[in-house]
C-alpha cells in the first residue's frame, strides 16, 4: 500500500530532511511513525501526499508512482487518503453533517449518496444525535471524531494521522486511538505520526522511529523508547 526506496528530501545545505528511507507497508497494517522534532516525519507525510517531491528515490502509494506524477492527477490520487491533523481542520461556519458531506461535494457526489453516506459514517465514529451542532459546541475529542469521519466518508485505502491526540486529554486520546483501531480493523490502512510514547506502547503496533532523516528501527510489535 505504501512503498519507499531510497527516498531523499532535502531542502537546501545541511542534513536532508529525509536520508535514504525506504519503508513497505502492506495493505490493512496499522503503523506508527515516531520520532523527536526534525525527525523526518512531517516531511514523510507530506511527501506521502504529494505535497512535497522527493529529491530521489522512488515512492509508491495505493498503487500510484508519485515521481513524475502530472499535477492534474493529483487531486484524483489524493481521494484515495484520508487525512486527519491534530488542528481538526474543520470549517466552523458549518455544521457537523455539513463538515463531513463537504468531503464528498467536492469530489461530485450526488446528494442521494451524501443522503446515505453522511449518517452512516457518523454513526461509525459516534456523533449521530450531533449532526447539526457547530465545531465550537463540541468538545476537542468529538471535533477530532467529525475530522475523523470526513476522512473516512470517502472510504479511502489509507487514512493518515498526523499527531491525531496532539490536542487532547489522555482519556480521550485513547478513545480516538481505539476509533482508529476499528477503522483499521474494517480493512483501512492506517498511518499515525505521533509524540504519544504513552498510547504507542499501550497499543503494540508496528512501530517505525525516525532520527534526523533516518529510519533508526523498525518493530513489528514495536515500543517508543
Do not use: C
Amino acid at each position: 500500500m505504501i512503498d519507499l526506496v531510497n527516498v531523499s528530501k532535502s531542502y537546501g545545505k545541511g542534513l536532508p530532511a529525509l536520508n535514504r528511507a525506504n519503508i513497505h507497508i502492506d495493505k490493512g497494517e496499522f503503523v506508527f511513525i515516531v520520532g523527536s522534532s526534525g525527525s523526518g516525519k512531517s516531511t514523510l507525510i507530506k511527501l506521502l501526499l504529494k505535497e512535497l517531491d522527493a529529491t530521489s528515490g522512488e515512492i509508491t502509494v495505493a498503487g500510484e508512482r508519485l515521481e513524475g506524477m502530472k499535477h492534474r492527477r493529483v487531486a484524483k490520487f489524493r481521494r484515495k487518503l484520508g487525512v486527519v491533523f491534530q488542528d481538526f481542520r474543520l470549517l466552523r461556519d458549518r455544521n457537523v453533517y455539513e463538515n463531513v458531506a463537504f468531503a464528498q461535494r467536492v469530489i461530485g457526489r450526488p446528494s442521494r449518496v451524501i443522503r446515505k453516506r453522511v449518517p452512516d459514517v457518523l454513526q461509525e465514529v459516534g456523533l449521530a444525535s450531533k449532526y447539526k451542532s457547530l465545531p465550537d459546541e463540541l468538545s476537542g475529542g468529538e471535533q477530532q471524531r467529525v475530522a475523523l469521519a470526513r476522512a473516512m466518508v470517502n472510504r479511502p485505502d489509507i487514512l493518515l494521522a498526523d499527531e491525531p491526540t496532539g490536542n487532547l486529554d489522555p482519556k480521550t486520546s485513547i478513545e480516538i486511538m481505539n476509533l482508529l483501531d476499528e477503522i483499521n480493523q474494517r480493512g483501512t490502512t492506517v498511518l499515525v505520526v505521533t509524540h504519544n510514547k504513552e498510547i504507542v506502547n499501550a497499543m503494540k503496533k508496528r512501530v517505525i522511529t525516525m532520527h534526523e532523516g533516518s529510519i533508526i528501527s523498525d518493530e513489528r510489535e514495536g515500543a517508543y523508547l
